[in-house]
């Protein structure tokens, strides 16, 4: 976990200088594009040029699954502890949701390090966690620049000397249109607040 007041506002900079930067490309999206593709300014899938494939091999834009709320994060395959322990947490997650509303979230988690997860890993680690497609997608960038959505979703990553990572966990809720309305560490029992953000997103897509 990233700890330490320089870590953090540097983390924080680095948020605020991604988000202005997002909020002038989406300005430029939204004045060129017809109203019935535009992405509201505010929505993380307004990162530019960003693909992804998950661990089935799907090839997919990012921007591509606006339309239903999720939960979006990020990890890394040779993760021991934090990484394993925030896709528990997601999977108990969802269950919780399902029991209570019977209706499901989907999750998202991309990895901050696309130089090792190769398809191979990601499928690893989807056996190892018995996660799949479409309901937990685990992915890596094929194109585009996963420090961006680091940065737009408040996480925090640095690689460390042995080939591992320094890094915070934060789980963001997306509305059907990309805007963050909620966000969690990830551990624990999940927030009887962040599962009333959960209900009500998935009540208001």
């Not at 019935?36 to 693909?51: E, F």
Request: charged share 20%; proline share 6%.
């Amino acid at each position: 976990m990233c700890q330490g007041t320089e870590e953090e506002m540097m983390m924080m900079q680095r948020r605020l200088t991604t988000l202005f930067a997002l909020a002038l490309l989406s300005f430029v999206a939204v004045a060129s594009s017809p109203p019935s593709s535009r992405v509201v300014a505010d929505s993380v899938y307004a990162i530019p040029m960003l693909t992804l494939r998950d661990q089935q091999g799907q090839l997919f834009d990012f921007a591509s699954l606006r339309g239903k709320p999720r939960l979006v994060g990020m990890f890394y395959g040779s993760c021991q502890m934090a990484c394993p322990l925030e896709i528990e947490y997601l999977k108990h997650l969802q269950r919780v949701v399902a029991a209570g509303s019977g209706k499901s979230i989907s999750v998202l988690l991309v990895s901050f390090d696309p130089a090792r997860d190769d398809l191979a890993m990601l499928r690893k680690v989807a056996g190892e966690h018995h996660v799949w497609p479409p309901a937990f997608r685990l992915a890596r960038t094929e194109r585009g620049d996963e420090g961006m959505l680091a940065g737009v979703l408040g996480i925090a990553y640095r690689q460390l000397p042995g080939g591992g990572f320094s890094h915070n966990v934060r789980v963001s809720l997306l509305d059907a249109q990309g805007r963050i309305v909620a966000a969690t560490d990830a551990s624990g029992r999940p927030a009887p607040a962040f599962l009333r953000s959960v209900d009500e997103a998935l009540k208001n897509p």
